[in-house]
């Protein structure tokens, strides 16, 4: 059975830090790119930031450029988000999505591409 688990949320103050974690189940994890998502009330849905399977290229939304990492342990099936200098601006649910996509830069898929959706981790950032 395929799963996508998103952890690590939470209400944090602005300027924290949080990181999350998306562990994954049910496939070969290190053929699929690894999507980070993230929606706020009223709005559409968002992509964050990805990371490719195999070369381990990445992207990031000039919005948390410089302040979010995105990385990924195939061993351990899990992807991470590592989230600095938080805004109030970032609080949305985020959501981590599989898109099967050896050797392709992540960068080129869109989010209707992605095979495989978590039910999302609540992020607050607020004082």
């Known amino acids: 059975q395929v799963q996508l688990m998103e952890s690590g949320g939470g209400l944090v103050q602005p300027g924290g830090s949080l990181r999350l974690s998306c562990a994954a189940s049910g496939f070969t994890f290190d053929y699929y790119a690894i999507g980070w998502f993230r929606q706020a009330p009223g709005k559409e849905r968002e992509r964050v930031s990805c990371?490719?399977?195999?070369?381990?290229?990445?992207f990031y939304a000039d919005s948390v450029k410089g302040r979010f990492t995105i990385s990924r342990d195939d061993a351990k099936m899990t992807a991470f988000l590592q989230m600095n200098s938080l805004k109030p601006e970032d609080t949305a649910v985020y959501y981590c999505?599989?898109?099967?996509?050896?050797?392709?830069?992540?960068?080129?898929?869109?989010?209707?591409?992605?095979?495989?959706w978590g039910q999302g981790t609540q992020v607050t950032v607020s004082s």
């Open positions: 999505a599989a898109l099967n996509a050896v050797q392709a830069m992540c960068v080129i898929f869109d989010e209707d591409e992605y095979d495989y």
């Open positions: 990371i490719s399977s195999s070369h381990g290229s990445t």
